[in-house]
């Protein structure tokens, strides 16, 4: 369990390398809704297939909003993040590491 990490896949901001600012997933009680879209576009399975559910400790961190953070009008490109690393992304890491 770690408080200062983003949960998106491959990435590696942290509270303590990074000027990023980390939010909290929408809790269920107040924003069911949102926090089912913050869920989906993070697009995360667990190792044995199953949907992936964010913890009460999980954060996401503000390169994944367009406009470096997050928004609270349903309007705005920033409601839901929308920032990931690609599928490429992923396979040139692997072949950086293949390479060490």
């Not at 879209?37 to 994944?64: E, L, Q």
Request: charged residues 20%; positive net charge; hydrophobic residues 30%.
């Amino acid at each position: 369990m770690n408080y200062g990490t983003c949960c998106v896949l491959w990435c590696r901001n942290t509270r303590r390398n990074s000027s990023c600012k980390f939010y909290l997933f929408p809790t269920s009680k107040l924003n069911l809704q949102l926090r089912k879209m913050w869920i989906a576009a993070v697009n995360r399975k667990n190792d044995d297939g199953s949907p992936w559910s964010p913890k009460p400790y999980d954060r996401i961190c503000s390169n994944h909003f367009i406009g470096g953070k997050k928004s609270d009008d349903m309007a705005s490109l920033s409601y839901v993040p929308s920032i990931f690393p690609s599928s490429n992304h992923f396979y040139q890491l692997i072949r950086l590491f293949k390479k060490k």
